[in-house]
């Protein structure tokens, strides 16, 4: 199974940009479909965005789409998070999560595993 570590979070003021990485170590990263989530302080862990194996398929929670990108780059085993337009509200502990296998469609975070470490987004006013 995979190794994620994240990268790329940072202090920036709304209307900025971020572009958080993760990387996955083993030679099987292409095998899974992987997902960014976030956690703010005193809510539950929620969706972010999804992207397939191959990267044929994204999906995106309607509080990002049109503002974050998700991409990957299989060669590099590196799934990307692209931020822009940021808000306040944004700021949260973000999470690059893997899925093992093709098909899945849903954004349950019990459904995802292994995850990296978390890394730090936060957006000031």
Same mark, same amino acid.
């Given at each position: 199974?995979?190794?994620?570590?994240?990268?790329?979070?940072?202090?920036?003021?709304? !209307?900025?940009?971020?572009?958080?990485?993760c990387?996955?170590?083993?030679?099987?990263?292409?095998?899974? #479909?992987?997902?960014?989530f976030?956690?703010?302080? !005193?809510?539950?862990?929620?969706?972010?965005a999804?992207?397939?194996w191959?990267?044929?398929? /994204?999906?995106? #929670?309607?509080?990002?789409?049109?503002?974050? /990108?998700?991409?990957?780059?299989? !060669?590099?085993?590196?799934?990307?998070?692209?931020?822009?337009?940021?808000?306040?509200?944004?700021t #949260?502990?973000?999470?690059?999560? #893997?899925r093992?296998?093709?098909?899945?469609?849903?954004?349950?975070?019990?459904?995802?595993?292994?995850? !990296?470490?978390?890394?730090?987004?936060?957006?000031?006013?």
């Amino acid at each position: 199974q995979v190794q994620l570590i994240e990268s790329g979070g940072g202090l920036v003021q709304a !209307g900025g940009s971020l572009r958080l990485s993760c990387a996955a170590s083993g030679r099987t990263f292409s095998s899974y #479909a992987m997902g960014w989530f976030r956690q703010a302080p !005193g809510k539950e862990r929620e969706f972010v965005a999804r992207i397939s194996w191959s990267g044929a398929v /994204t999906n995106y #929670a309607d509080s990002v789409k049109g503002r974050f /990108t998700i991409s990957r780059d299989n !060669g590099k085993n590196t799934v990307y998070l692209q931020m822009n337009s940021l808000k306040p509200s944004d700021t #949260a502990v973000y999470y690059c999560a #893997a899925r093992l296998g093709s098909g899945y469609q849903g954004s349950d975070p019990r459904d995802f595993g292994p995850w !990296g470490q978390g890394t730090q987004v936060t957006v000031s006013s």
